[in-house]
C-alpha cells in the first residue's frame, strides 16, 4: 500500500528545496506548483478558460501571473473563479501521477495551500516545512520581484505557520543547515519505507 505524505509550508519555508530531497532519495514527488505552471504554461490547456474568465491575463507565453494575481488580490471571489477553473486540472494530474506511481511505497503531494484547500484528507499524513518567522521574511524579501505588501498579501491568504504546525503529522525545520534538513527528510523517508534504499 502506498503511503501519501501531504508536504506543504508557507512561502520562503524551504519546502521546494525539501520536495528536491525527497526526490533525491528516490520517492516520486507531485509539484502542484510545476503541474499549475504546465497546464497556464505556453500552450497551456487552461489558458481559453482564464483568458474568458479574466480577459488580457493570457498572452503567447501563457499566464502573465502578475496581471492575474494582481486581479485576484484585488476581488475574492475572483481567487474563487480561478480556482474552480485550476483546481479539477490539477486534481486529474495528480490521480495520474498516483495512477502511475501505484507501487510505491512512499509518495508525496507537494501541495503549498494543502490544508486551505482540504487536500490533507487525501494524505496519509503531512509533512510541514518550518522556519523562524525571521528567516522566513529574509528569504521572502530577497526575491527579485517581492515586495512588503505582496509578502503581506500572500501571508494573509495563507494558514499561518503555528496552525499549519499544529495539524501536522511531522515537522521538517529549514533554519538550520542544509545537512541538518537532509537528515530530517532520511529518517522520514526511512520510516515510511520508501526511497531507493528501501
Do not use: Y
Amino acid at each position: 500500500m502506498t503511503h501519501i505524505l501531504g508536504l506543504t509550508g508557507s512561502i520562503g519555508m524551504g519546502k521546494s528545496t525539501v520536495a528536491q530531497m525527497f526526490r533525491d532519495f528516490g520517492v516520486p514527488v507531485f509539484d502542484a506548483d510545476a503541474t499549475v505552471h504546465a497546464l497556464q504554461g505556453p500552450n497551456g490547456p487552461l489558458l481559453p478558460a482564464i483568458e474568458a474568465a479574466f480577459p488580457g491575463t493570457t498572452g503567447q507565453t501563457g499566464v502573465d501571473r502578475k496581471a492575474l494575481r494582481d486581479r485576484i488580490f484585488a476581488d475574492p471571489t475572483a481567487r474563487k473563479r480561478l480556482e474552480s477553473i485550476v483546481h479539477p486540472a490539477v486534481a486529474t494530474e495528480r490521480q495520474r501521477f498516483l495512477d502511475a506511481h501505484a507501487t510505491a511505497p512512499l509518495v508525496v503531494l507537494d501541495v503549498p495551500l494543502l490544508f486551505e484547500t482540504g487536500g490533507e484528507s487525501r494524505c496519509d499524513s503531512v509533512a510541514v516545512v518550518t522556519a523562524a518567522p525571521a528567516v522566513q521574511r529574509a528569504r521572502v524579501l530577497a526575491r527579485p520581484t517581492m515586495t512588503e505588501s505582496a509578502f503581506a498579501a500572500i501571508l494573509a491568504s495563507q494558514l499561518p505557520d503555528a496552525e499549519k504546525r499544529a495539524r501536522a503529522t511531522h515537522l521538517i525545520h529549514t533554519d538550520t543547515t542544509l545537512d541538518a534538513t537532509r537528515a530530517q527528510v532520511a529518517a522520514l523517508v526511512a520510516c515510511m519505507g520508501g526511497g531507493e534504499g528501501g
